[in-house]
């Protein structure tokens, strides 16, 4: 019964958003009132039933109703119950399920909190979020059904993947979705205004927050990804450069190019066409992932199931979305004006550098991760891109971006003067030069021209960050000083923008370090035995068997002693789930702010003897420190006061109308 | 007009992309060549699989023609092959050595005595972990591995009568002479 209330749910779902896309953009195109107002409700009403339907799989999941063939093929009655929750999403069906689920709660939270925007233009807006909404609504009803029912019924669930029984997994997939849907604000922002012909500093204003709170939690998504393919893959790697993985950093790439046009936008009415067209390719390259993700063209590690009915259904929808929307692009684009002026060396110019460095690892990304599949379509035979090659792209583009992301802060708009600018930074300079000649000298580690290169590109933002602070408190003294400039507007903007660079300094400092001075080793050891790793002492005290709920593990323990002193006691596992009896590790990790500790259990090898993976990690928990930091860098800079002022000067003036429209629903 | 076609270029980008996800959707993207072909086996140690206390690493193929075919008990296709290896083997032109792969080391310990051994030696790679290190996509794979050690041939997918007797064995007797 609750399946099928979830399937009918589904389909009231996709007949709210055809209302939404279809009736809201005739009425804003021919000034229908009455057409526009549907907009709002149609939004809270898709809303509502598709949360229906995720509630009504959630609790089927809970109930183990295994007659789900969803359910029944990722459920299990041992799964703890976070976990039951967590495999809603730990397949295609229920994927595609939390995908449409926060869209329409994008599109909700759009609808009540853009109250400040014309009417027209949240209808067109809204309009056109219905849109994407139909396309995926359609994908889940008609190819992938969660609510399928299978008979007979089975006594047992086929168990979630093991690999996703973690929490850093059961969060990871709704922050990324988080991320990726929310590029369809920026993109149906765009298309709005593209077909209004509107696009000046206003549409930039309204976009802009919401693609900082996508790109937040897109920032998170890929961190906690990263930190669970550390914690759970066993074999110490923190990125893989697979095509999934790709999949999400693509996105990310577009949508850090687009936030810093829009500041340009927004602030000097230049680059709207560039800006708009940036708007579209965030969007696109997150439907396109889902694409590479779903479809199987290319093999991942990740290996989900994969079916090329599907794929055939997600191309034509890109064909459709990516297709139109472009063409509306170069329809429209040539009318638009060219806004703000600046001198060939400003503010602007730099940001432009920086959008282009960002396009081009876009494109760079793009290429190694189609790649395979162009070489084999043009049957130029096969090939597989790897490691070396996107690493080698990232040391060549990262300084240029750096020495930009030092200036820019610094520069003025619409006109610097270079030498002005030398002066200013001439002590950052100094520092990160002779930062860079220290870190490559053999004092901490053993040093080497690539470590001292990432110390000088961190220093250099540092140092250029601290100069941009000092200037900006010139006329504010100490905390208190730094407290009231904290509550000035454009100050969230700001702050968000010095945090996130700070954050980009420690990300380079983890990478480098641990790239560079990674030790690793893999040893066999018999209960007892210790070994020496990178100063550290190892003493392993054998395996014990472990029961857990829904898996038998075998539990190592190995103290960690440094100059005879027991720092930590690690317990590697290797555990055997019992369904889908696929051996799983889970490492044991000596977490440190400038190192980790890292014991990965290999297998027994008899007589109570395991062979064993150690490694010796510095500074790797820098890299996702880095990323939160950028990602605490965009909630900042999302919550300036601008934006609510903006928000509360026009809710003030408009309140009566929002509660009428409102009422409605 | 010039002036509109700048703002087509990323339509006309699109195009292209679409195009080749089109003809990717009915490509089999399994069949992934090996990076490594060309280059030196990577470095590995590994437990054997009928003895746990001895080991088996990339030193071992130093020195001679050998085949390195990775497997496992659950892959259907290399049931499917076993036969063949079988009779490779007992020609005794290669020595075949096995990487048994994501398995559990009882089963394959049984299913070689079912179904015979063929190989000189296996490593039991319970994790996949130096599969991994070899590009494996997925089990049958087979490697061609010359005296220095240097990968020449992969073969992914099952191996048959012809595949052996056209691909395998010429490279084979080419590489030894």
């Known amino acids: 019964m609750i399946p099928e209330l979830g399937h009918f749910a589904l389909i009231l779902a996709l007949s709210l958003a055809l209302v939404l896309s279809i009736f809201p953009m005739i009425g804003s195109l021919n000034n229908t009132p009455g057409w526009i107002a549907l907009a709002r409700p149609a939004a809270l009403g898709q809303f509502f039933f598709i949360a229906i339907a995720f509630g009504c799989l959630v609790s089927s999941f809970l109930t183990d109703d295994f007659s789900v063939a969803y359910v029944a093929q990722n459920g299990n009655t041992l799964l703890p119950d976070v976990y039951k929750v967590s495999a809603v999403w730990g397949a295609h069906e229920g994927s595609l399920l939390l995908w449409v689920f926060i869209l329409s709660g994008w599109t909700v939270a759009v609808s009540m909190l853009a109250r400040h925007l014309p009417a027209v233009v949240l209808a067109r807006v809204l309009s056109v979020m219905g849109m994407v909404s139909i396309g995926f609504l359609s994908f889940l009803l008609f190819t992938s059904n969660p609510f399928a029912r299978v008979f007979p019924v089975p006594l047992q669930g086929g168990d979630l993947n093991p690999l996703l029984q973690d929490p850093g997994l059961a969060i990871h997939p709704p922050m990324l979705y988080m991320g990726y849907v929310g590029m369809s604000v920026a993109f149906s922002f765009a298309i709005a205004a593209l077909i209004g012909g509107r696009l000046d500093a206003a549409w930039a204003r309204w976009s802009r927050p919401w693609t900082t709170v996508a790109w937040m939690f897109l920032t998170i998504g890929i961190t906690l990804g990263s930190w669970w393919a550390y914690n759970e893959l066993g074999w110490g790697g923190w990125w893989f450069w697979d095509p999934v993985e790709n999949a999400s950093f693509m996105p990310w790439l577009a949508a850090t190019a687009l936030i810093h046009s829009l500041a340009v936008t927004e602030k000097r009415g230049a680059f709207k066409r560039w800006t708009v067209l940036l708007a579209l390719l965030a969007f696109s390259l997150s439907l396109l992932g889902t694409f590479l993700v779903r479809s199987g063209v290319l093999t991942s590690v990740h290996a989900f199931a994969t079916d090329p009915a599907r794929g055939l259904f997600i191309l034509i929808f890109l064909c459709i979305v990516i297709g139109g929307s472009l063409s509306l692009y170069a329809a429209r684009a040539p009318s638009v004006s060219s806004g703000g002026r600046f001198d060939a060396f400003s503010r602007e110019t730099l940001l432009l550098g920086n959008n282009l460095l960002l396009v081009i690892i876009t494109a760079f990304v793009l290429l190694g991760t189609l790649a395979p599949l162009i070489y084999d379509a043009l049957g130029w035979g096969k090939i597989s891109v790897g490691f070396p090659w996107f690493n080698r792209m990232f040391v060549i583009f990262t300084p240029f971006l750096v020495v930009l992301m030092g200036m820019g802060p610094l520069t003025r708009w619409k006109h610097q003067d270079p030498g002005d600018l030398a002066r200013q930074l001439r002590v950052a300079l100094l520092i990160s030069l002779g930062g860079g000649i220290l870190g490559s000298l053999p004092i901490l580690h053993k040093g080497s021209i690539w470590a001292g290169l990432a110390v000088m590109l961190s220093l250099w933002i540092v140092c250029s960050l601290a100069i941009s602070l000092r200037q900006r408190l010139r006329y504010r003294k100490g905390l208190a000083g730094l407290w009231q400039d904290l509550g000035t507007k454009g100050s969230g903007s700001y702050y968000g923008m010095v945090v996130a660079h700070f954050g980009v300094a420690v990300f380079i400092i983890g990478v480098t370090f641990v790239m560079q001075y990674n030790v690793e080793k893999d040893i066999r050891l018999s209960p007892g035995q210790s070994t020496e790793l990178a100063g550290y002492t190892l003493r392993f005290d054998g395996v014990q068997g472990r029961q857990g709920p829904n898996y038998h593990a075998d539990r190592g323990t190995v103290h960690v002693l440094k100059d005879d002193r027991e720092i930590a006691v690690l317990h590697p596992e290797k555990r055997v789930y019992t369904v889908q009896t696929k051996p799983m590790t889970e490492s044991g990790i000596d977490v440190g702010f400038t190192r980790d500790i890292y014991v990965s259990l290999g297998e027994g090898l008899g007589n109570g003897d395991w062979s064993m993976r150690l490694y010796y990690k510095p500074f790797v928990r820098w890299i996702w420190f880095g990323g939160l930091l950028i990602a605490i860098g965009g909630l900042l800079a999302a919550s300036d006061r601008r934006y609510r002022i903006a928000v509360r000067d026009q809710l003030s003036a408009l309140g009566n109308d929002g509660l009428i429209a409102n009422g409605g629903s | ?177």
């Open chain 2, 1 to 177: 007009m010039a002036r509109y076609l700048r703002y087509m270029v990323p339509l006309a980008i699109f195009a292209l992309l679409v195009a080749f996800l089109y003809r990717g959707l009915s490509l089999d993207p399994k069949l992934v060549p090996s990076p490594l072909v060309g280059k030196p086996i990577p470095k590995f140690t590994l437990t054997r699989l009928d003895n746990p206390a001895a080991s088996i690493s990339d030193a071992d193929f130093r020195g001679k023609v050998t085949l390195l075919n990775v497997w496992a008990t659950w892959c259907v296709s290399c049931r499917q092959e076993h036969e063949t290896l079988v009779q490779l083997a007992k020609t005794g032109q290669v020595d075949i050595y096995g990487l048994n792969y994501k398995d559990n080391r009882e089963d394959a310990r049984q299913w070689l005595t079912r179904y015979g051994n063929p190989y000189v030696a296996n490593a039991f790679d319970s994790d996949g972990r130096v599969g991994i290190d070899w590009g494996v996509y997925g089990a049958p794979e087979t490697f061609i591995i010359d005296r220095e050690g240097i990968i020449r041939h992969k073969h992914i997918g099952p191996l048959t009568i012809e595949i052996i007797n056209d691909e395998i064995l010429p490279l084979v007797a080419k590489l030894k002479s």
